[in-house]
């Protein structure tokens, strides 16, 4: 309930108390009633019921019972109107804030859409803010919507195995989708109908269970994934090997700029296409050490020598800071023939 409206509510009940009070006090002193009676015929004359016979019998009980009367219309007009108003103004600032997110929701582009708002969604939305990625959830729960609402997260309410649900979160012009509700069916029902609505979108997907992960990479998802098993090796390397893993948890953070582990796409005519790495300029325009490449018929090479000939379609994997990453895509992008 708004501050607002509790607040009316207390002063209308403390109103209706005065009331109470002015005619227990005044039926008993002006027309000598008992007690019992002039509260009786307080609160008779209060909620307009009108049973039995007038208690006044002089000029001021007749009085008395029409500022009664009049105090009670007033309270009930007066509550009437103010919660009427109540309603109506947050009935429409609902639908506003309804039509300003679908606004927004409609102008995004290279988006993320999250489908379904548990922990390991909270997780991933709390990665793609470090990141500074749009994206959107899609929640069918009415706590979490209010929950959603309140951290002023754009979202869509539904059920994300319905394509509807799936063009209000832009899936046509979304980058990647993760599916991570809490059955391993559902998820499956959302990897085949985005995949249905956008052929070039990535989708991954939570499975509960590593056997499910096939059924999952089947159905048109690039990778599913088991928490579970995630977080089993993590527990493991956490005894084996916990600097290195404490390592590979700082480069991979997020929240960490001054050391980063990331990736950048060649841009297609790029001048450094069919140059060495020695030759082309990279760690001398960014900074960057590029540990890895991952070329376009889906091998990866580690640990590339000086002499490796960057190709067309190739991903460098680099080790920097952040800030030499976006030098490194503007070297890249200024290359471009």
Same mark, same amino acid.
């Given at each position: 309930?708004?501050?607002?409206?509790?607040?009316?509510?207390?002063?209308?009940?403390?109103?209706?108390?005065?009331?109470?009070?002015?005619?227990?006090?005044?039926?008993?002193?002006?027309?000598?009633?008992?007690?019992?009676?002039?509260?009786?015929?307080?609160?008779?004359? +209060? &909620?307009?019921? $009108? *049973?039995? !016979?007038?208690?006044?019998?002089?000029?001021?009980? %007749?009085?008395?019972?029409?500022?009664?009367?009049?105090?009670?219309?007033?309270?009930?007009?007066?509550?009437?109107?103010?919660?009427?108003?109540?309603?109506?103004?947050?009935?429409?600032?609902?639908?506003?804030?309804?039509?300003?997110?679908?606004?927004?929701?409609?102008?995004?582009?290279?988006?993320?859409?999250?489908?379904?708002?548990?922990?390991?969604?909270?997780?991933?939305?709390?990665?793609?803010?470090?990141?500074?990625?749009?994206?959107?959830?899609?929640?069918?729960?009415?706590?979490?919507?209010?929950?959603?609402?309140?951290?002023?997260?754009?979202?869509?309410?539904?059920?994300?195995?319905?394509?509807?649900?799936?063009?209000?979160?832009?899936?046509?012009?979304?980058?990647?989708?993760?599916?991570?509700?809490?059955?391993?069916?559902?998820?499956?029902?959302?990897? +085949? &109908?985005?995949? $249905? *609505?956008? !052929?070039?979108?990535?989708?991954?997907?939570?499975? %509960?269970?590593?056997?499910?992960?096939?059924?999952?990479?089947?159905?048109?998802?690039?990778?599913?994934?088991?928490?579970?098993?995630?977080?089993?090796?993590?527990?493991?390397?956490?005894?084996?090997?916990?600097?290195?893993?404490?390592?590979?948890?700082?480069?991979?953070?997020?929240?960490?700029?001054?050391?980063?582990?990331?990736?950048?796409?060649?841009?297609?005519?790029?001048?450094?296409?069919?140059?060495?790495?020695?030759?082309?300029?990279?760690?001398?325009?960014?900074?960057?050490?590029?540990?890895?490449?991952?070329?376009?018929?889906?091998?990866?090479?580690?640990?590339?020598?000086?002499?490796?000939?960057?190709?067309?379609?190739?991903?460098?994997?680099?080790?920097?800071?952040?800030?030499?990453?976006?030098?490194?895509?503007?070297?890249?992008?200024?290359?471009?023939?």
């Amino acid at each position: 309930m708004e501050r607002r409206t509790l607040r009316i509510l207390i002063l209308l009940v403390l109103l209706v108390l005065v009331l109470v009070v002015i005619g227990w006090t005044g039926f008993m002193l002006i027309e000598g009633l008992p007690s019992w009676q002039a509260l009786a015929a307080t609160v008779n004359i +209060l &909620s307009s019921v $009108g *049973l039995g !016979e007038s208690p006044a019998t002089t000029k001021g009980g %007749t009085f008395l019972i029409g500022f009664l009367q009049f105090g009670s219309i007033s309270i009930v007009t007066v509550a009437v109107a103010a919660l009427t108003q109540i309603i109506f103004t947050g009935t429409i600032r609902q639908y506003m804030g309804r039509y300003r997110m679908d606004e927004r929701i409609n102008k995004l582009t290279n988006h993320f859409i999250i489908v379904g708002y548990s922990l390991t969604g909270a997780a991933i939305i709390k990665d793609l803010i470090a990141e500074n990625q749009p994206f959107v959830v899609i929640e069918r729960d009415p706590e979490t919507i209010t929950m959603l609402e309140e951290s002023s997260l754009l979202y869509v309410e539904g059920d994300a195995t319905n394509e509807t649900v799936l063009k209000k979160a832009g899936i046509e012009k979304a980058r990647a989708l993760f599916a991570v509700l809490s059955a391993d069916s559902d998820n499956l029902m959302v990897v +085949l &109908s985005a995949r $249905g *609505l956008n !052929e070039n979108l990535k989708v991954v997907s939570r499975a %509960t269970r590593e056997e499910y992960i096939a059924r999952f990479l089947r159905a048109g998802a690039d990778a599913a994934m088991s928490p579970q098993e995630w977080a089993s090796r993590r527990m493991v390397q956490a005894v084996l090997r916990p600097h290195l893993l404490e390592l590979l948890s700082s480069l991979l953070d997020p929240n960490v700029s001054h050391a980063y582990l990331d990736e950048a796409k060649v841009p297609d005519g790029s001048t450094i296409i069919g140059k060495t790495l020695m030759d082309s300029g990279i760690r001398q325009a960014s900074g960057i050490v590029v540990l890895g490449i991952a070329r376009n018929d889906g091998t990866c090479s580690s640990s590339p020598g000086p002499q490796t000939v960057v190709q067309e379609g190739d991903v460098l994997l680099g080790y920097g800071q952040r800030s030499d990453f976006r030098k490194l895509n503007e070297f890249m992008e200024k290359s471009v023939e």
